[in-house]
Each structure stands twice: as C-alpha cells, then as structure tokens.
C-alpha cells in the first residue's frame, strides 16, 4: 500500500514571497491534516480535512495560510506572503477514521517538505 | 488549552538498561498516541492507547495510559541502538476523540553501544 506523498521535499523562498505544498493521501482515507514542525518541537496542527470540508482550522494563520482539498483527495497548502518564522517542517498526515464509533484514528504520516524562508 | 509536556527530553542510556519516558496532559481525554521519528524522517505510529488502563507492548517498548493520573508512559526495556530516535506521546483534545492531537515536546533518545 502507497503511502502519503508529499511534494516538494525541500523549498527555499525569500520572505514576502509565495509557496505551496502539495499533499496525496493514502487511498480510501476520509481525514487529512497538516501540520507544521519547528525544529526542536512536536508537530502542531494547522488544518483538518473530513472528505473536502474543514473540520479544524482554529490553528492556522489565515490571513497568510490558505488549503484545500480537493474532490477530497489531493490537498495544497499555501502560504503568501512567507515569513522568517515559517521556516519549518510541514508535514501531511491522512487516517481512514477521526477516532469517533471506535475507530482508532491512526494517523499516517508523510516525508514532509522542509521550508527555509531567508 | 490543552497542554502536554514530557519528560525527560533528553535521555542518553547504554544498551541493555531500562527506562520510562513520562508523558503528563492537562485536561480530560481518554485518546493518546504514541509516535517515533528519526532524524530527517517523519513520524511512525508505535501505541495507540483508547483507554483507562490500557496497555499495548510491541518489542521492547511498552506503554500505558491512567487517564485519571492524566499520565502516559512509555517504558524501554534492555534498551538496544535500534531504539535510538525521537519519541512524541499526543493527546487528542477531544475527549471522545476526533483526532485533534496536541504533540508534546518530544524525547529525543540516543543509546550507547
């Protein structure tokens, strides 16, 4: 079984510019989140998809990050305008379940792409 | 607001001892998850722990969860240099569950031959 892909693996970008991530789950799974890695620090969710509606966006800063997802499988984040401290690692994460009814809720990782903003 | 903090952070151990990471959350939820990461690599799925009182072992890690004590532990036992990573307990902040994880601070683990 495939699992999470994400592109590109590493991106570099001047501050005040734009970039965008891409994000393909593993096949069948209903869930996709994105979160964002600090060097030294846990991950933090930024975003949670359920198909293509959002179930949890509390976390992201939107008036530079925007996502979808779409015909809820593929998803892009996007960040405009970059900031020094969006220099980290986003990370997509796809699960068949939430955890809800007993599901386990399991959530299945990706490689990341390791954003550098000079 | 949701916080989870572990401990130690840090932790350098020889092969063949045992240790106890401790995993310790501030508000109600019976849901919590254990990840490992090695450097540069992503986050694997090790425990997933649904209940008071459970516990799940998968070699010579062991981990358990006291939803009352609001505490996880994640146990090594004869601890071998395959274990060395990075190891983050999360919680989900939803107490019946929706996968709303909040990470904690992570162990980073080395193990001396």
């Known amino acids: 079984e495939a699992g999470v892909a994400q592109s590109p693996r590493y991106k570099i970008i001047e501050k005040r510019q734009s970039v965008a991530f891409w994000c393909n789950p593993i096949s069948g799974h209903a869930t996709l989140y994105w979160y964002q890695q600090i060097l030294g620090q846990g991950p933090k969710l930024l975003i949670q998809?359920?198909?293509?509606?959002?179930?949890?966006d509390s976390q992201l800063p939107k008036d530079r990050f925007s996502a979808e997802r779409l015909k809820g499988v593929d998803s892009t984040l996007k960040i405009q305008p970059a900031k020094l401290e969006d220099s980290a690692v986003y990370l997509c994460?796809?699960?068949?379940?939430?955890?809800?009814?007993?599901?386990?809720?399991?959530?299945?990782f990706g490689p990341g792409t390791r954003l550098l903003v000079l | 607001e949701l916080k989870v903090e572990q401990n130690p952070l840090f932790l350098s151990m020889q092969e063949g001892k045992n240790y106890t990471i401790y995993c310790n959350y501030s508000t109600t939820s019976d849901r919590l998850y254990w990840y490992r990461q090695d450097p540069g690599k992503s986050l694997e799925s090790l425990f997933v722990?649904?209940?008071?009182?459970a516990v799940k072992q998968e070699g010579r890690l062991m981990a358990s969860l006291d939803t009352k004590a609001r505490l996880s532990t994640l146990h090594i036992t004869a601890a071998v240099h395959d274990l060395s990573a990075t190891y983050f307990c999360a919680v989900d902040k939803v107490p019946q569950g929706a996968q709303k994880l909040v990470f904690g601070q992570g162990t980073r683990l080395t193990i001396n031959p």
């Open positions: 994460a796809s699960s068949l379940d939430r955890g809800l009814a007993g599901g386990r809720g399991t959530q299945y």
């Open positions: 998809f359920q198909n293509n509606g959002v179930v949890d």
């Open positions: 722990l649904l209940s008071n009182g």
